[in-house]
């Protein structure tokens, strides 16, 4: 896939052009399992990752959670099939969204706490 076929696809996908079953299931759960899988392994792999590096693969979560939140409700928005599937994935995404933005504020929070202590606790080795 080159890069102008990738960016069509985002864009696609943003403004809501796939089915809502493809939306949902392929880039809302497999993505999202794809991705943090994929950040965990990265992060794994290092012996002592940065606090900077650790901030940047939260930053790029939250803007793929924004990014399938966005495109999952705009596909349901143009659902033609049963439309309590429409109102369970809104549902979801609005769950799902306020979800990340907590997660994100706790990070933040942990962060200004004294987060490379609570990011990497002396006693766990």
């Known amino acids: 896939m080159n890069l102008s076929a990738l960016s069509l696809m985002i864009r696609h996908f943003w403004h809501g052009g796939y089915s ?21 392994a990265v992060l794994f792999s290092l ?4 606090l900077l590096l650790i901030l940047a693969m939260s930053v790029l979560s939250m803007a793929y959670n ?21 109102y369970a994935a809104r ?16 990070m933040f929070y942990m962060l ?7 990011l990497n606790p002396p006693f766990i080795k």
């Open 66 to 86: 924004a990014w399938i939140v966005v495109g999952i409700w705009r596909s349901a928005g143009s659902y033609s099939g049963r439309q309590s599937y429409a």
């Open 112 to 118: 200004l706490l004294g987060g490379a202590v609570m």
């Open 47 to 50: 012996d002592d990752p940065s």
């Open 91 to 106: 549902a979801l995404m609005a769950v799902f969204a306020i979800y990340s933005v907590a997660s994100l504020m706790l």
């Open 20 to 40: 809502l079953g493809a939306s949902f299931w392929l880039m809302g759960v497999v993505g999202s399992v794809a991705l943090a899988g994929i950040l965990a």
